[in-house]
Antibody
Framework: QVHLVESGGGLVKPGESLRLSCAAS????????MTWIRQAPGKGLEWVSY????????DYADSVKGRFTISRDNAKNSLYLQMNNLRADDTAVYYC????????WGQGTLVTVSS | EIVLTQPPGTLSLSPGERASLSCRAS???????LAWYQQKPGQAPRLLIY???SRATDIPDRFSGSGSGTDFTLTITRLEPEDFAVYYC?????????FGPGTKVDIK
């Protein structure tokens, strides 16, 4: 059974950093693209970033480019999102999901950026 | 970047009625790489349709997707009480893999 569990969210001040993790199980992690998607409180879904199965290619939404870095460790079945220089408008629930489109999502982890 | 629009923002319908939800793209979506998701409050999105018209696993056949190019439709033939939710389209043919703003289907 596919299982994705995000962690690492919390309350930070503007300009600070945070690293999110996503632990994957129930499938061959190294075979799949992985994606981060976020949802601000009361708002719609926003695609954030994805990474190729072998980490050979990544891409980012313009809103996070230059501040966020996606990475993965296939040996640990884990996906990461390093978020630097956080802003108030980065406040959201962050989901990891399998693939470019996904039937499998984590439960999300809340990131709050506030002074 | 492909921008997706989903008019109208809210659709007010009664149980048993047919729902037709629209998703329009600012440019052609490559290879009909379009997905539809349903989201209920406090839950992660649920994949309904991928490849514009293929139903995901365990999705009831009252949900169907159609369209190509820049115009796509999600149809729910007879609304059940559990279908009142927000629906998002997503294109995954061209990075960034953008989402539409969503259509809320609420009870009339």
């Amino acid at each position: 059974q596919v299982h994705l569990v995000e962690s690492g969210g919390g309350l930070v001040k503007p300009g600070e950093s945070l690293r999110l993790s996503c632990a994957a199980s129930g499938f061959d992690f190294s075979d799949y693209f992985m994606t981060w998607i976020r949802q601000a409180p009361g708002k719609g879904l926003e695609w954030v970033s994805y990474i190729h199965s072998r980490s050979s290619y990544t891409d980012y939404a313009d809103s996070v480019k230059g501040r966020f870095t996606i990475s993965r460790d296939n040996a640990k079945n884990s996906l990461y999102l390093q978020m630097n220089n956080l802003r108030a408008d980065d406040t959201a629930v962050y989901y990891c999901a399998r693939g470019r489109y996904s039937p499998f999502w984590g439960q999300g982890t809340l990131v709050t950026v506030s002074s | 970047e492909i921008v997706l629009t989903q008019p109208p923002g809210t659709l007010s319908l009664s149980p048993g009625e047919r729902a037709s939800l629209s998703c329009r793209a600012s440019q052609s979506v490559a290879s009909s790489n379009l997905a539809w998701y349903q989201q209920k409050p406090g839950q992660a999105p649920r994949l309904l349709i991928y490849g514009a018209s293929s139903r995901a696993t365990d999705i009831p056949d009252r949900f169907s997707g159609s369209g190509s190019g820049t115009d796509f439709t999600l149809t729910i033939t007879r609304l059940e009480p559990e279908d009142f939710a927000v629906y998002y389209c997503q294109q995954y043919g061209s990075s960034p893999f953008t989402f539409g703003p969503g259509t809320k289907v609420d009870i009339k």
